[in-house]
């Protein structure tokens, strides 16, 4: 399958500081990408969606302020948590689907983030 | 909105038995069915996956079947191995949309 990259895969920093994780899809242009946060033995919750060179659609109750997205090109998207707080410590998964009418999407492996 | 449910929340088999993962849907628009494996501390894996206009789908011990008419689709898996331990979501999506996971199901195969 497609391979989809995140990093870092682990992160800890401090509250009031800002993290950046990045998604890249390797052997595809990926025109959605998506974001979701998972909880400890839970299922994926979907964050957003955001499409190459537009702005991202937040899901209700996700703050779009405080969780930056930007999907500059094809094979980068960014997720930038800003002023961190140790709720915001969970497991930041991407995933990404290929070019327009494609449905199959592939998931990054995950950045697990700690805020101390 | 579509909704996901799937059973069981959790599965024991021993080593070379089968293992059969159920989930339901309630938006009958839904046509696109992946299941993903997970891995402790890992991104979900895209194992298999089904379209609406077939009901059937195999991939060696894989398999998943669909019937539209009920809304609902399983995951088997047949000569099971410890490294089949994990913990499998089933999804479902309309052609287009994001995708609505189930639960989860987390599987243990003792050898």
């Known amino acids: 399958g497609a391979v989809v990259s995140q990093h870092p895969s682990r992160v800890i920093c401090k509250s009031g500081t800002s993290v950046k994780i990045e998604c890249r899809s390797l052997d595809f242009q990926a025109t959605t990408m998506f974001w979701y946060r998972q909880f400890p033995k839970k299922s994926l919750m979907l964050m957003a969606t955001s499409n190459e060179g537009s702005k991202a659609t937040y899901e209700q109750g996700v703050e779009k302020d405080k969780f930056l997205i930007n999907h500059a090109s094809l094979t980068l998207s960014t997720l930038t948590v800003t002023s961190a707080h140790p709720e915001d410590s969970s497991f930041y998964i991407c995933?990404?689907?290929?070019?327009?009418?494609?449905?199959?999407?592939?998931f990054g492996p995950g950045t697990r983030l700690t805020v101390t | 909105g579509e909704n996901v449910e799937q059973h069981p929340s959790t599965l024991s088999v021993q080593e070379g038995d089968s293992a059969v993962i159920k989930c339901t849907y309630s938006?009958?628009?839904?046509?696109?069915f992946p299941w993903y494996k997970q891995e402790l501390g890992k991104g979900p894996q895209l194992i298999i996956d089904i379209r609406s206009n077939v009901g059937e789908k195999k991939d060696q011990r894989i398999a998943v079947t669909l019937n539209k008419t009920a809304k609902h689709f399983s995951l088997h898996i047949t000569e099971t191995q410890p490294e089949d331990s994990a913990v499998y979501f089933c999804?479902?999506?309309?052609?287009?949309?994001?995708?609505?996971f189930g639960p989860g199901t987390r599987l243990s195969v003792l050898p």
């Open positions: 999804a479902a999506s309309t052609r287009g949309q994001n995708f609505v």
């Open positions: 938006d009958s628009a839904s046509n696109y």
């Open positions: 995933s990404a689907r290929g070019l327009a009418g494609g449905v199959v999407s592939y």
